[in-house]
């Protein structure tokens, strides 16, 4: 991969360091315990119904009128979170970019006394996921808040339901509490499917991302610098000869920082080395 594809801020090394060890970790904590506690929750959902409409299929589909509610209160959470997660992904990348910098150049850093400076850009870089942090949790406090109320919901109108119906004849006491208690487990495995809702826009984020960096690991990304290429024209006359007219150069990483600005250079002869130097400030090179 040529220098440039990392000169790139989102591609330097603190971002990729971060975007490695945050979404393999949030994807892995998705697909193990919590993909199996959603196939549980799944099994159970389906047994509760069927136990439910075998005892009594109208008490049953009285309280079926509620539970899709769960559903609907997770969906809505989902959105919420999949926008908030996005924005939360690129403030920590920016954080880790500020340290993986300032830990790589601690010489330079501790040379010019710039640690209060470093430290100050870096609680700047760090309050974005704070403040992200918190409307996170005011949010899922309201979903979990949520998902009780309608819990009990579904328990308050199994039992009006179901005396109504017991007064009327058309059901039994025990029949009341088979369809309650079995419908109470499914609304509580939906409840509990609905609050991994967080979680799983994080990872649907967290996977976005690292199939973004697949091509980079697989190599399927051509460089557009490969010396193996054999494509383009092929000179017969060749002096060795190199002459650079109006050259500007500047790094990705420094936009505002012209390296070089119109430059022209007299031709290189064959057979000899030319060192090209910088100017820096102090003068000590040209």
Known sequence: ?????????????????????ADASTVRALVGDALGLLIQNIASSL????????????LALIILVII??????????????KGFSADAKMMYEEASQVANDAVGS??????????????????????????????LGLISGIKFGCSFF?????????????????????????????VFFA??????????????????SKAKSATSSIFEL???????????????????ATLDNVKGEIELRHVSFKYLSRPDIHKFSETSVWPFIRARQWPLLERVEAGNQQ
């Not at 109470?184 to 609905?194: D, G, K, P």
């Open 47 to 58: 047994t509760g119904l069927v136990i439910a409409f075998v005892a009594s299929w109208e």
């Open 214 to 232: 697949l091509p980079l690991v697989l190599i399927i990304r051509k460089s557009q610098i490969d010396p193996s290429d054999e494509s383009g």
């Open 183 to 200: 419908l109470t487990m499914t609304a509580m495995a939906v409840s509990q499917s609905s609050s991994m809702a967080p979680d799983s």
């Open 106 to 135: 601690i010489r330079t850093v501790a040379s010019f006394y710039a640690e209060d400076k470093v430290m100050e850009l870096y609680r700047k870089k760090c309050e974005g996921p704070m403040k992200y942090g918190m409307r």
């Open 150 to 178: 309608l819990l009990f919901s579904v328990n308050a109108t199994s039992f009006y339901s179901g005396a109504r119906l017991v007064d009327a004849g058309r059901t039994t006491f025990s029949a009341v509490f088979r």
């Open 1 to 21: 991969m040529e220098v440039s594809w990392f000169d790139d801020p989102e591609h330097s090394s603190g971002t990729i360091g971060a975007r490695l060890s």
């Open 68 to 81: 899709p509610l769960i559903g609907v209160n997770g969906y809505v959470q989902m959105k919420f979170m």
